[in-house]
């Protein structure tokens, strides 16, 4: 409870100091940066679904069914994920984490003008 206590006093005093009030406006980076950031769509096939680290038993049964559509279940369909990535040159390099592309057969970028 004091810990928490003293997270939101910090928290408070932060927002109040001269350094928060001076922070810019980000809306000129962001409509600038935008057309950069891409969505990436991904399809493996025949892949064996990954165990998690802890026993099914100690899974939420809710989130044992998220894991499972998302990785597809063991009968070897494909499996579809989804993340982000941004355009990091003009010829077209895109940087995204691993885990996204990550034993990925086909890999679909999708850019925010179509």
Do not use: C, W
């Amino acid at each position: 409870m004091l810990k928490k206590f003293i997270f939101v006093t910090a928290l408070f005093l932060v927002t109040l100091s001269p350094a928060y009030a001076q922070l810019p406006d980000f809306t000129d980076l962001v409509e600038a940066a935008s057309p950069a950031v891409v969505k990436i769509n991904t399809l493996s096939r025949g892949q064996q679904q990954r165990s998690p680290q802890m026993p099914q038993d100690q899974i939420p049964e809710r989130l044992r069914e998220l894991f499972e559509q998302r990785q597809g279940p063991q009968t070897g369909r494909p499996a579809r994920s989804m993340g982000s990535g941004f355009v990091i040159s003009d010829d077209g390099y895109i940087l995204t984490n691993h885990h996204v592309v990550d034993e990925a057969d086909e890999i679909q970028v999708l850019f925010s003008d179509e």
